[in-house]
C-alpha cells in the first residue's frame, strides 16, 4: 500500500522561506519511471502543479515558480522536500505531495497541509 | 487562468449520465496522456482515470474517459449523490516542460 504524508509549518511569515516534507511508503523512488510531486490548492481555487522529481533525480518546476522552488530527495529516507523562498500571502494554500508512478498521473495523494503565510 | 479549460459547474439527476469537458492545446492534451482527479468536500484529490481513458484499481466503471485531438471527456454514469464533488483534468505541457492542470469543475447530484 502505497501512503504519503506531508509536514512542515502551518504557518510563515512574508519573506520567509518555507520547507515541507514527504514522507512515503509503498513504493521505492529509485524505481524506473517513478517519481513524486508537489501539488497546491488556495483555499476555494483550483489545483496548482508546482513540482516533479524521477526516480533519476530529473526534476521539473513550474515555469511560473521555478526561480522560487526546490525539490530535492533523501531516498535513504523514503522523503522528499519541497522548498519555496520569499514566501507572499498568495502561497496561502493546501499543499499536496503525491506518487508519480510510471503512468502520467498522480496517485495516490498525500492528504495535504495547510500553510497560512500571514505576519 | 488556468491552461486547460473546463465548465466551472454541471449537474444531473440520480442515476443519469453526465460528461465533463476539458479543452487545451497542441502542447498538451494534443501529445500527452490526460488524467482525472475527483475531489470530495474537505479531502485530497483521487485519481480516476489515467494514460485518457484507464481506470486504477477500485474506480468503478462508471467512470470513464476519452480523448480526441485537443480535447477530453470525463464521463459519469449511474451518478450517485456520493459522486457531488469537484473534477479536475491534469497532463504534461510539452512547451512547458511542466504538469497542467484544469480549474476544476463542480458536480451537483440534484
Known amino acids: 500500500q502505497i501512503t504519503l504524508k506531508e509536514s512542515g509549518p502551518t504557518l510563515v511569515k512574508p519573506t520567509q522561506t518555507l520547507t515541507l516534507t514527504c514522507t512515503f511508503s509503498g513504493f521505492s523512488l529509485t524505481t524506473l519511471g517513478v517519481g513524486v510531486g508537489w501539488i497546491r490548492q488556495p483555499p476555494g481555487k483550483p489545483l496548482e502543479w508546482l513540482a516533479l522529481?524521477?526516480?533519476?533525480?530529473?526534476?521539473r518546476y513550474s515555469p511560473s515558480l521555478k526561480s522560487r522552488l526546490t525539490i530535492t530527495t533523501d531516498t535513504s529516507k523514503n522523503q522528499v522536500v519541497l522548498t519555496m523562498t520569499n514566501m507572499d500571502p498568495v502561497d496561502t494554500a493546501t499543499y499536496y505531495c503525491a506518487h508519480w508512478p510510471t503512468s502520467s498521473a498522480f496517485g495516490p495523494w498525500g492528504q495535504g497541509t495547510l500553510v497560512t503565510v500571514s505576519s | 487562468q488556468s491552461v486547460l479549460t473546463q465548465p466551472p459547474s454541471v449537474s444531473a439527476a440520480p442515476g443519469q449520465k453526465v460528461t465533463i469537458s476539458c479543452s487545451g492545446g497542441?502542447?498538451?492534451?494534443?501529445?500527452?496522456?490526460v488524467s482525472w482527479y475527483q475531489q470530495l468536500p474537505g479531502t485530497a484529490p483521487k485519481l480516476l482515470i489515467f494514460d485518457n481513458n484507464k481506470r486504477p484499481s477500485g474506480i468503478p466503471d462508471r467512470f470513464s474517459g476519452s480523448k480526441s485531438g485537443t480535447s477530453a471527456t470525463l464521463g459519469i454514469t449511474g451518478l450517485q449523490t456520493g459522486d457531488e464533488a469537484d473534477y479536475y483534468c491534469?497532463?504534461?505541457?510539452?512547451?512547458?516542460?511542466?504538469?497542467?492542470f484544469g480549474g476544476g469543475t463542480k458536480l451537483t447530484v440534484l
Open positions: 522529481v524521477y526516480w533519476d533525480d530529473d526534476k
Open positions: 497542441g502542447s498538451n492534451i494534443g501529445n500527452n496522456y
Open positions: 491534469g497532463t504534461w505541457d510539452s512547451s512547458l516542460s511542466a504538469g497542467v
